[in-house]
């Protein structure tokens, strides 16, 4: 079965902390991973995916097939990352998204 | 705006009317898709179509739901007979050759 966990609802951090936010999947086979964010009034919008190897905003996430994990994280947090975040699978190619049930982010000042 | 536009954004219906809602995706993109959100959820796969072909439909979409997307563009979405459980936001997205997805503003159903 596929399926993706995000075990904190909601997670709150002061400016200039360190973010993770947690993703576990599990998928048979070769996903494609994607952090999706969503930003108060705005459309669902793609942040980063696991193959670009590539970071956004300053965010980075890593795949660990051994842990069939793909945290998303970030040194220094700012006040514009607070946002929805989900993380997301698919198989390969041009499939569905797999979504999680996201992770709101509050960045204190 | 060239992105994906999905029309009405806010739709109220009482219990047992029907809804159509409307996608356009991007231009150049060939690959549409639906989803659903309910409140703290992610959003769920209804539908998926390749040009004007329906290639995957979820257990979600009940004999009540019907997508259409007839000449490979725009997409519509019906529900027939609607119920209080209808109610969320629909989204649609469209994607090309890669697998990233561009999602619309979303439609908010509110079923009374």
């Known amino acids: 079965a596929q399926r993706v966990t995000q075990p904190e609802k909601l997670l709150s951090v002061f400016k200039g902390a360190p973010v993770e936010l947690k993703c576990n999947y599990s998928?048979?086979?070769?996903?494609?991973l994607f952090w999706y964010v969503q930003y108060s009034r705005q459309r669902l919008q793609l942040l980063l995916r696991h193959i670009s190897r590539e970071s956004i905003k300053g965010f980075t996430a890593d795949l660990n097939k051994g842990e069939t994990s793909f945290h998303l994280k970030k040194p220094f947090a700012q006040e514009e990352d607070s946002a929805m975040y989900y993380c997301?699978?698919?198989?390969?190619?041009?499939?569905?998204?797999?979504f999680g049930q996201g992770t709101r982010l509050t960045i204190n000042p | 705006d060239t992105g994906v536009s999905q029309d009405p954004r806010h739709k109220i219906t009482k219990r047992g009317q029907n809804v159509t809602f409307r996608c356009d995706p991007i231009?150049?993109?060939?690959?549409l898709y639906w989803y659903r959100q309910t409140l703290g959820q992610g959003p769920e796969f209804l539908t998926y179509f390749q040009n004007e072909a329906q290639l995957e439909k979820s257990r979600l979409l009940s004999d009540r739901f019907s997508a259409e997307r007839p000449k490979g563009s725009f997409s519509t979405l019906e529900i027939q007979r609607t119920e209080q459980g209808d109610s969320a936001m629909y989204l649609c997205?469209?994607?090309?050759?890669?697998?990233?997805?561009?999602f619309g503003p979303g439609t908010r159903l509110t079923v009374l």
């Open positions: 997301a699978l698919s198989g390969q190619g041009a499939q569905k998204l797999v």
């Open positions: 998928y048979s086979g070769s996903p494609e």
């Open positions: 231009s150049e993109h060939n690959r």
């Open positions: 997205a469209s994607s090309g050759r890669s697998n990233r997805q561009f």
